[in-house]
């Protein structure tokens, strides 16, 4: 029984091993493409900004064209998932690619950013898991919803009035 045992836990073993390597074959692109710095929010909001600072640390991994690769995302099965998260991250809200964005699609996506940083729903929990110092604070909130009121007050200035002619 005992033998019996051994050998299919070894035949387990062996499979989970060959499966985990044969895994590692299988590499999703981890690219970055091209950023014309004249597009970037840094570019709109200036370097200094406390918010530019806000996104470097904690967003700008998923929401731009400078995701730092780190070393666990080449090893399959988080290599999948992370490509994956990056991929849509980037589709939702690229940072890089802010010049392109209207200014009504600008206020809009500082407000869900807004939104989803008081929810905690953003930056995702299994992200935080590998980059805690990601973790956004209470002031680091503050700053992305200071921003987007700031957006929607000037975008409120720039709005010309109804009626008047």
């Not at 929010?41 to 530019?52: D, F, N």
């Not at 988080?78 to 209207?102: M, Q």
Request: charged content about 20%; hydrophobic content about 40%.
């Amino acid at each position: 029984m005992w033998r019996r045992l051994k050998k299919v836990g070894l035949v387990f073993v062996v499979v989970l091993i060959g499966g985990f390597a044969a895994a590692q074959l299988v590499r999703p692109a981890r690219t970055n493409p091209p950023t014309d710095h004249a597009r970037t929010i840094q570019a709109t909001a200036g370097s200094s900004s406390e918010l530019i600072a806000v996104l470097d640390r904690a967003c700008n991994d998923c929401h731009s064209n400078g995701t730092v690769w780190a070393r666990y995302s080449q090893v399959a099965p988080v290599s999948w998932l992370i490509s994956r998260g990056v991929a849509e991250g980037r589709k939702a809200l690229n940072f890089s690619e802010w010049g392109t964005y209207s200014a009504e699609d600008q206020q809009t996506l500082l407000a869900t950013s807004c939104d989803d940083a008081t929810k905690g729903t953003m930056p995702m929990r299994p992200y935080l898991m590998l980059r805690p110092e990601a973790r956004l604070s209470a002031s680091d909130v503050a700053t992305i919803c200071s921003a987007a009121r700031q957006a929607e007050a000037q975008a409120a200035s720039n709005t010309p009035a109804r009626g008047v002619r």
